[in-house]
């Protein structure tokens, strides 16, 4: 039991979502919006939005010209973002579904991307980095916030990942424990 608790690799289970309404310490959207600068007109990619707690966030500021795409392994997840976006009014949220293994989009198409919580469900994480990578911009940011729990990457891991895949983390904010991390492809001005 305790083994496949340590090692399961089972997406965020849908019929748990109202936890992920829940605001965690230390990753505010406030810290999110420092790191990320979502401005109007961009085009940014969230991986593993939940049910929308940051991509409901994110999406208005981006304006009508701008875009939020989402990828989520689990279409109930996305559909949750999209009925609760329709109810708000924001028009702007793109749902994809897809494995974040394998991005679904152009080289060099988004300003920025994120992760919140997401990150460490995923079961090769530095291969997700490299695809993020792929799809970033060369000057583009990507931020990753990780919370304390039985999946977590802690900020050595998630360097070492960056590095295998051309990027580098420029900033870290918050407790190893709940921290979002600023990362660059490596290269970028
Ligand atoms: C813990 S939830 C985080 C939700 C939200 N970001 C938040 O902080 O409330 C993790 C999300 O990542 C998604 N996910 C897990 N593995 C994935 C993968 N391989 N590709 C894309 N999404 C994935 C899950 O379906 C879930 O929606």
């Not at 608790?5 to 965690?24: G, I, V």
């Not at 085009?43 to 049910?51: A, D, F, K, S, W």
């Not at 995923?122 to 997700?128: C, F, K, R, S, W």
């Not at 729990?149 to 709940?178: E, K, M, N, W």
Request: proline content about 10%; charged content about 20%.
């Amino acid at each position: 039991m305790a083994a496949w608790w340590m090692t399961d690799t089972a997406p965020y289970p849908y019929s748990q979502r109202w936890l992920l309404d829940l605001p965690l310490p230390f990753l505010s959207l406030r810290r999110l919006d420092r790191m990320l600068m979502p401005s109007p007109g961009m085009r940014v990619l969230e991986i593993g939005p939940g049910t929308g707690l940051q991509s409901l966030h994110v999406a208005p500021q981006l304006g009508e010209r701008g875009r939020l795409d989402v990828v989520d392994v689990q279409q109930p997840m996305l559909d949750h973002v999209s009925a609760r976006a329709a109810k708000l009014g924001v028009g702007n949220i793109v749902p994809t579904l897809a494995d974040a293994h394998s991005l679904p989009f152009e080289d060099e198409t988004f300003d920025a991307a994120y992760l919140v919580t997401a990150i460490g469900e995923i079961p090769e994480p530095a291969v997700t980095l490299g695809e993020l990578r792929r799809v970033l911009k060369p000057a583009g940011r990507l931020v990753v916030g990780e919370f304390f729990d039985r999946h977590q990457i802690r900020p050595a891991r998630l360097i070492a990942h960056a590095d295998s895949a051309r990027l580098h983390v420029t900033q870290i904010i918050g407790p190893p424990f709940a921290y979002y991390a600023a990362l660059r492809p490596c290269g970028a001005a």
